[in-house]
């Protein structure tokens, strides 16, 4: 039987080849050119006179950006890219090369009681001349028209100086989250607390996200990031939160976000990656973001489908090129099919962008060490592998790091590589048993040891014996599971859209 103590240091080894494998992180691809088809929405200034309505100001321009990414032919970065620049008052010049835009949207609200003033205007880049302007003086709860008319007007206009004829039709086919105004205030003073891992605001998030739907049980995205939550919260949670995004798919087939978490679950936590990918499949181009894309990226590269794999990466990065980790993922790809020059070059581009914006990048730093250390460079591994195992204490605190599997002993040498493999081979163990997987942590465990085929800091071992015989048992374990999530779940999963 194992040991408290022994869980605890196989689930820190487990952890230590989730965040060494960069399953949270973006692959790269150059930026297209900027053109006027491409549009920053910036994060609108909140003038409110107690400066309290930040979750109003971020949730009308991140709807914004939702709309206009339905437009065909006009490209929206995320509200995270957008928002890092806005945080650093980069000037119009620097947002247009970062993001590869050529123009932007940017706009302010100011809420007094129950009036609400919204100014907005779509400026270019190169001359800063304005292409479109508008302002609104309303009620509050007026919010949700104004939203709608401020995309149709942006649509508008962009159908008069881009010649896109359906734009205001794809704003108008638009589907609207909610048209209850106190619905749509708690699920976006939510989706801000949710952006924390402080327990305390998960939980407030959750009160708030369950009141949204009690105003309209008909909220699809409430119901959605409810989920989401739930299942992350703790291993009890996770099958009320698929439950949760069952029921939320029956409402809404090609909602991405439920789609993209189902996906995970199937591959994580029940190793059936074959309906992972069919759930994929399900979301509609132009409904992709850059997390469910994210999803594609883990599932396709642990099933050994790069070319699929950087295909969503792709996409992703478009999305948010200022994401330091899409420049890591991509670096990972590249090492791994042996394109050493391109994987440096996005693993600088990486480890600047995250240095510049105080982004988590310990791991990206480590590996960058590991090559750049392997083609006589001199970075400093060491302490890169202490900076990422410091990283993984703060953020799980429950976690020993003891002898003999520690992490610290991050391979620099054959014979601490050797270690880590060794540690490895303790989830391997633990993973193999035929018993019910619960909680997140075990899934975690389960991610962990199908990392090992993609991580290339294990590459050199692949033709050793022992180590084929347990990527043998995996690709066993995973024929084994292949279709079996529809019916362990009682999910449907319908063919992809036309």
């Known amino acids: 039987m194992l040991t408290i103590g022994r869980r605890r240091l196989i689930a820190a080894v487990a952890m230590a080849a989730l965040l060494i494998s960069g399953w949270w992180l973006w692959p790269f691809m150059p930026l297209p050119a900027a053109s006027l088809t491409s549009i920053a929405v910036l994060p609108f200034d909140d003038l409110s006179p107690e400066g309290d309505h930040d979750w109003l100001a971020n949730g009308m321009a991140e709807d914004l950006i939702d709309a206009l990414n339905r437009i065909e032919g006009v490209r929206v970065p995320a509200r995270r890219s957008s928002a890092i620049l806005k945080s650093q008052d980069a000037d119009l010049p620097t947002i247009g090369e970062r993001l590869a835009v050529g123009t932007v949207v940017e706009?302010?609200?100011?809420?007094?009681?129950?009036?609400l003033r919204v100014l907005v205007r779509w400026v270019r880049i190169d001359d800063r001349s304005q292409l479109w302007s508008a302002e609104y003086d309303r009620e509050y709860e007026d919010v949700l028209a104004i939203q709608k008319e401020l995309a149709i007007g942006i649509a508008e206009a962009i159908r008069v100086e881009l010649d896109?004829?359906?734009?205001?039709?794809?704003?108008?086919?638009?589907?609207?989250?909610?048209?209850?105004?106190?619905?749509?205030?708690?699920?976006?003073?939510?989706?801000?607390?949710?952006?924390?891992?402080?327990?305390?605001?998960?939980?407030?998030?959750?009160?708030?996200?369950l009141r949204a739907i009690e105003y309209d049980p008909g909220f699809v995205e409430a119901r959605v990031r409810l989920s989401i939550n739930v299942y992350k919260g703790d291993s009890d949670g996770i099958e009320a939160g698929v439950e949760g995004l069952k029921s939320a798919l029956e409402m809404d087939p090609y909602n991405a976000a439920a789609l993209s978490m189902l996906a995970w679950d199937s591959a994580m936590r029940f190793w059936d990656f074959e309906t992972a990918e069919r759930l994929l499949a399900r979301i509609p181009e132009r409904e992709r973001t850059a997390e469910s894309l994210g999803v594609a990226f883990q599932v396709y590269s642990l099933t050994g489908h790069l070319d699929e794999a950087l295909r969503a990466a792709d996409q992703a990065v478009r999305l948010d090129p200022m994401w330091a980790g899409a420049y890591c993922n991509a670096a990972r790809v590249h090492e791994l099919k042996g394109e050493i020059a391109s994987a440096m070059v996005a693993y600088e581009r990486g480890v600047s962008v995250g240095r510049e914006t105080g982004q988590f990048i310990f791991a990206c730093e480590y590996y960058y060490a590991v090559l750049s250390s392997r083609r006589q460079r001199t970075p400093d591994v060491k302490a890169a592998g202490a900076r990422l195992v410091e990283s993984m204490k703060q953020r799980d605190l429950h976690i020993r790091y003891d002898a003999p599997c520690n992490p610290d002993a991050f391979a620099t040498t054959a014979e601490e590589l050797d270690q880590m493999y060794d540690c490895l081979l303790l989830v391997f163990r633990i993973t193999d048993l035929d018993v019910p997987v619960r909680g997140y942590r075990q899934t975690i465990l389960r991610h962990a040891h199908a990392a090992t085929r993609v991580v290339p800091l294990f590459m050199p071992h692949h033709e050793e014996p022992r180590f084929r015989a347990h990527l043998k048992r995996l690709d066993d374990r995973m024929a084994l599971a292949a279709g079996t999530y529809e019916q362990k779940v009682g999910l449907k999963v319908l063919p992809p859209p036309n």
């Open 164 to 209: 896109i004829q359906d734009a205001p039709a794809s704003i108008l086919a638009h589907r609207y989250q909610t048209a209850d105004v106190r619905a749509w205030e708690l699920y976006k003073r939510a989706s801000l607390l949710s952006l924390t891992l402080d327990p305390p605001k998960l939980a407030q998030a959750r009160e708030m996200l």
């Open 107 to 115: 706009g302010s609200v100011q809420r007094v009681g129950n009036q």
